[in-house]
């Protein structure tokens, strides 16, 4: 609170937490079904990580074409996409255009953060209250506040002291940042590392770059779109729609074979340059065992470790940026645009931190492996304390004084990854135990919402006030994600997927790794047994009573 007196409690049917695309079409599906509802969002606009991204090269890795509304033809209609791969202003131009379309703003609250919720067993209600002093009585909870948002720059000793500037590429200036002339480091070389390196070194006088592990990285072959591809794609808007939805990904791309194994070496090399020259994500959706078969992955591994050396000319700077020890695919892997090439500029330099860790900021700059690199600013790419971090920012309090964050202190326990055991009436959506980050993101959220938005409609229609899951099917939920992940090449990778980038943040794997698709055919399955796993009740009855059903 900011010490303002908190105002009368507002009731409502339902709070949605963030602005993203996600929380947009929350509020869409809400107000479409007759509930009155309130959108809070920390940012002064609409558009979640688009909004705070916004530092140079940053783009979306899938395609414009994928990365959209996928509910209605008329918006895509409406809408026009400029390049392959949309970049972060035109993204956010196109949350700002759906929010208007939809005329979303009257019910969406800026520059507030909800800074608790607390649930009322007794009213079935959540209150939820914003450090502007707003307090609401909601029905529903809804968490729509990002895998990717709570951005962390690491505890390095003396940043306090630096007097150059600092930017997280997840908290970035909205008047830019001017790097001519200037001497920069980069510290972290996941996606917005990779994205960045070649725009600022277009610019910047010298270019350190910091590098703890290596990424795998593809081209991303971005271009200008075509009128006519344009036209054609709105043409077959809802079929191609359709097919996304039935995709492991959320995205359609054809795999070319079941397994890299069964291919004869020059099949495969073809196989792999093709894709490769295709730009995306197409090498790592090559063959089916690419994600399962540690052997079919190195293949696919090597073809991209022959790729860094061809592109980058210093032999031990191509070593240094090749990843050896951990499987392609198993940390995201990053699509650039000419991102290795910029190593061979020679105010560009690589430092393996490996080798020469980072001791301090000082003054000056960075003092890595006991040599001092004086910049004038530091750019942290440093990524997130992802899928878990935007919902423990706040306290989240459930039934019995049960919080969140002690329900999750040895890692997130959901079910079906949209709900949570001993929290009624919250829902999240992209979060823990979802496929969320491991799939297009937009079509994810939406067929999330719809089924939340249908379990809202069916506790309308019976007369329930509350849901929650039951605590075995919780715990049966969680094993599941978690055996799922154990049969591909991600689990027991040092990754964020697994909390792995965060000092003391238990190693749970996250993400869902079964696809959208058969995610969604699950938790629709499960809905239409009857909320199975769930306890559906009358406000104040307990579990297992004439007033609960389960
Ligand atoms: P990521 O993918 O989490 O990348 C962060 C990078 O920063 C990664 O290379 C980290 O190395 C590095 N890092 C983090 N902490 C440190 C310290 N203390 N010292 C040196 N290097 C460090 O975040 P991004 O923003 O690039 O991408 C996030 C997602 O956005 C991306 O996956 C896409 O989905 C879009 P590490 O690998 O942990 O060794």
């Known amino acids: 609170m900011t010490g303002l007196d908190p105002r009368p409690p507002v009731a409502l049917d339902a709070v949605v937490v963030g602005a993203g695309f996600a929380g947009l079409y929350a509020l869409h599906r809400l107000r479409e079904l007759g509930f009155s509802a309130?959108?809070?969002?920390?940012?002064?606009?609409?558009?979640?990580?688009?909004?705070?991204?916004?530092?140079?090269?940053?783009?979306?890795?899938?395609?414009?074409?994928?990365?959209?509304?996928?509910?209605?033809?008329?918006?895509?209609?409406?809408?026009?996409?400029?390049?392959?791969?949309?970049?972060?202003?035109?993204?956010?131009?196109?949350?700002?255009?759906?929010?208007?379309?939809?005329?979303?703003?009257?019910?969406?609250?800026?520059?507030?953060?909800?800074?608790?919720?607390?649930?009322?067993?007794?009213?079935?209600?959540?209150?939820?209250?914003?450090?502007?002093?707003?307090?609401?009585?909601?029905?529903?909870?809804?968490?729509?506040?990002?895998?990717?948002?709570?951005?962390?720059?690491?505890?390095?000793?003396?940043?306090?002291?630096?007097?150059?500037?600092?930017?997280?590429?997840?908290?970035?200036?909205?008047?830019?940042?001017?790097?001519?002339?200037?001497?920069?480091?980069?510290?972290?070389?996941?996606?917005?590392?990779?994205?960045?390196?070649?725009?600022?070194a277009e610019q910047a006088s010298e270019l350190f770059v910091f590098q703890r592990t290596p990424a795998y990285s593809m081209p991303a072959g971005n271009r200008p779109l075509q009128r006519q591809a344009v036209d054609a794609y709105k043409e077959q808007f809802v079929e191609i729609k359709r097919q996304a939805r039935a995709t492991w990904g959320g995205a359609v791309i054809q795999l070319a074979g079941p397994s890299a194994l069964a291919v004869p070496a020059g099949e495969l090399e073809a196989e792999l340059e093709t894709r490769w020259h295709l730009g995306g994500f197409h090498l790592i959706q090559s063959y089916g065992d690419v994600g399962r078969d540690h052997a079919a992955n190195d293949l696919v591994a090597e073809f991209v470790r022959r790729k860094i050396r061809a592109a980058v000319k210093d032999p031990e700077v191509a070593e240094v940026l090749t990843p050896r020890d951990y499987p392609f695919g198993a940390k995201r892997p990053c699509l650039d645009s000419g991102y290795y090439e910029a190593f061979n500029q020679p105010h560009v330099r690589l430092i393996d931190v490996r080798t020469a860790p980072i001791e301090a900021i000082t003054r000056q700059g960075v003092k890595a492996g006991g040599r001092e690199y004086a910049v004038d600013i530091i750019v942290f790419a440093t990524g997130y304390d992802a899928m878990t971090g935007s919902m423990l920012a706040f306290d989240i309090t459930g039934r019995q004084g049960l919080s969140l964050r002690r329900k999750w202190a040895a890692g997130p326990l959901t079910y079906l990854g949209l709900t949570v055991a001993g929290f009624p009436n919250l829902f999240i959506i992209t979060g823990p135990g979802s496929p969320s980050v491991t799939a297009n993101m937009i079509i994810g959220a939406e067929l999330q919402t719809d089924w939340i938005m249908a379990c809202l409609g069916h506790m309308r229609e019976h007369g329930w006030d509350s849901i929650e899951p039951q605590p075995d099917a919780e715990s049966a939920w969680v094993e599941h994600v978690n055996a799922t992940a154990k049969r591909t090449v991600f689990y027991g990778v040092a990754s964020w997927y697994m909390g792995a980038n965060i000092p003391g943040k238990p190693r749970v794997f996250m993400p869902y790794l079964g696809g959208l698709n058969r995610y969604t055919d699950h938790c629709n399955a499960i809905a239409a047994n009857g909320y199975e796993g769930f306890v559906l009740a009358r406000a104040g009855a307990a579990a297992g009573t004439d007033e609960a059903a389960t």
């Open 38 to 200: 309130r959108l809070f969002e920390k940012g002064d606009g609409v558009g979640g990580t688009w909004y705070w991204n916004r530092y140079p090269g940053a783009r979306c890795d899938l395609e414009s074409f994928e990365y959209q509304y996928s509910f209605s033809e008329e918006l895509a209609r409406a809408w026009t996409w400029t390049e392959r791969y949309p970049t972060q202003p035109e993204i956010l131009r196109y949350a700002n255009f759906v929010a208007d379309r939809l005329d979303l703003r009257p019910d969406i609250q800026l520059e507030t953060s909800i800074v608790s919720a607390v649930f009322d067993e007794d009213r079935a209600r959540w209150t939820v209250v914003s450090d502007r002093g707003d307090v609401v009585s909601a029905k529903f909870c809804i968490l729509a506040t990002g895998s990717l948002s709570a951005s962390v720059v690491p505890d390095f000793n003396g940043l306090e002291a630096f007097e150059g500037r600092w930017h997280h590429t997840g908290r970035w200036p909205h008047e830019g940042v001017d790097f001519r002339g200037q001497r920069v480091a980069v510290i972290g070389t996941g996606s917005s590392g990779v994205q960045a390196v070649p725009v600022i």
